[in-house]
């Protein structure tokens, strides 16, 4: 059991980066290029494959996650929008805390609806503060949970809220712009978190290039995750694999 945190938990204190290829379950519906894409990831040494967003407007995510989890030779973790995504295939879930939202139903509303369920498939749920952070645009992130994001240039209060999460017992910190967002999360506020709090850090939305990532890891991000950018360019794997795990 646990066995996906314990993996984060000793990349971080033995300070490994690690890759997350996002796969987003109505992208998923394209079976070649889902195809493509787990396996550039596996080739490429991503760590883990991610499945989920904020919203899905396909039935067949349970289908998905099982096409991901036959290609991949790697841990399969969901990353769910909502108690609907959540699927027996997967090694673990993100159990998500929207705490820089006030929105209750996405602080405790939907984990009383999914926790029976989390347990009935035995996933392992991994303790997850959500914070999500201005980047540029609403993204379907914003507008689906209805909460205001932390504002880009503020660092502080994300490393407060963050520090918060810590306190309140969670396992994780997600700081995430949110899908196809035109910037990512500033190094500055990833450097802000990882000075208050001791927690894996994973970070996504909108990374685009080997530079970005390696800043980013640079800052203190232990997990960045990338969606977008890899079904845009399949290929781009390779050099931001080699950019986290340099
Ligand atoms: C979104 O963190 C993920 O929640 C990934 O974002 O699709 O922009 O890479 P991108």
């Given at each position: 059991m646990a066995e996906v945190l314990k993996f984060l938990d000793a990349a971080r204190?033995?300070?490994?980066?690690?890759?997350?290829?996002?796969?987003?379950?109505?992208?998923?519906?394209?079976?070649?290029?889902?195809?493509?894409t787990v396996q550039n990831?596996?080739?490429a040494?991503?760590?883990l494959l991610f499945v989920g967003?904020?919203?899905?407007?396909?039935?067949?995510?349970?289908?998905c996650v099982h096409r991901v989890k036959e290609l991949a030779d790697r841990p399969v973790v969901l990353f769910p929008g909502s108690p609907a995504q959540l699927s027996r295939h997967a090694d673990a879930v993100l159990f998500l805390s929207l705490?820089?939202?006030?929105?209750?139903?996405?602080?405790?509303?939907?984990?009383?609806?999914?926790?029976?369920?989390?347990?009935?498939?035995?996933?392992e749920?991994?303790?997850?503060?959500?914070?999500?952070?201005?980047?540029?645009?609403?993204?379907?992130?914003?507008?689906?949970?209805?909460?205001?994001?932390?504002?880009?240039?503020?660092?502080?209060?994300?490393?407060?809220?963050?520090?918060?999460?810590?306190?309140?017992?969670?396992?994780a910190i997600y700081l995430d712009t949110g899908s196809g967002a035109p910037k990512s999360v500033s190094p500055r506020m990833v450097a802000a978190v990882r000075d208050a709090v001791k927690l894996p850090i994973i970070v996504g939305g909108g990374i685009r290039d080997a530079e970005q990532a390696r800043a980013l890891c640079e800052a203190g991000a232990d997990v960045l995750?990338?969606?977008t950018a890899f079904e845009q360019d399949p290929?781009?794997?390779?050099?931001?694999s080699e950019a986290v795990h340099g």
């Open positions: 204190s033995e300070g490994r980066k690690l890759l997350a290829v996002l796969i987003d379950p109505d992208f998923g519906q394209d079976e070649a290029a889902l195809e493509r990831a596996c080739m040494k991503a760590d967003g904020s919203l899905m407007t396909s039935a067949s995510f349970d289908q705490i820089s939202g006030r929105n209750p139903e996405l602080l405790i509303g939907h984990h009383v609806t999914a926790a029976p369920t989390v347990k009935a498939l035995g996933l749920a991994i303790p997850t503060g959500y914070l999500l952070v201005d980047g540029g645009r609403t993204t379907t992130a914003h507008y689906v949970s209805q909460s205001s994001p932390i504002p880009h240039d503020k660092p502080g209060i994300a490393a407060a809220t963050a520090l918060a999460g810590e306190l309140l017992g969670l396992r995750v990338v969606g290929e781009l794997i390779f050099a931001m």
